[in-house]
């Protein structure tokens, strides 16, 4: 369903035919040339060189573990960085912005009133059997003093 996708979207396929596909001619090389130089990581790569009946070549890279491994020389890679950043450009990237809205801070929190104002609040006290008593209670805010400031 995928291929019928793509092949709709295109307007035709690129499928080289059965009989092409039976007789295709392949060579691979994992070797240290082969290794991607274009970043940090230095990770082998496998190159595929393919050849058809009718003498079409074309060269598939497999074993890459970034986007700078698919390609081989330096005059591609500048290529594929500038369609990377006009994509960039053109589309928003939603994994960035998720990420944003995930770890967003809903919570507001309410400013301390000043020293001395009055507030409600709730005194909790233990029974004799264990259980615990609420009172509501009205008191006088009390802030910690300078030292407990400094320990801070």
């Known amino acids: 369903m995928e291929t019928l996708r793509v092949v709709k979207r295109r307007g035709y396929s690129t499928f080289i035919g059965l009989d092409a596909a039976i007789n295709l001619e392949y060579t691979t090389r994992n070797e240290e040339e082969t290794a991607c130089t ?19 070549t074309s060269r598939y890279i497999a074993g890459f573990s970034c986007e700078s491994g698919t390609v081989e020389s330096k005059d591609a890679l500048k290529e594929l960085n500038a369609k990377r950043r ?36 709730i005194e909790v006290r233990k029974t004799l059997l264990g259980g615990r008593k609420r009172t ?17």
């Open 86 to 121: 006009d994509l960039k450009s053109r589309f928003p990237n939603l994994v960035d912005y998720e990420s944003k809205l995930a770890f967003r801070s809903f919570h507001k929190p309410e400013l301390v009133p000043e020293e001395g104002t009055v507030i409600d609040d």
């Open 136 to 152: 509501p209670i009205r008191r006088a805010i009390n802030r910690s003093g300078s030292e407990a400031d400094e320990r801070r």
């Open 38 to 56: 274009f970043c940090p990581n230095n990770y082998s790569r496998t190159f595929i060189d393919t050849k058809t009946p009718d003498g079409q």
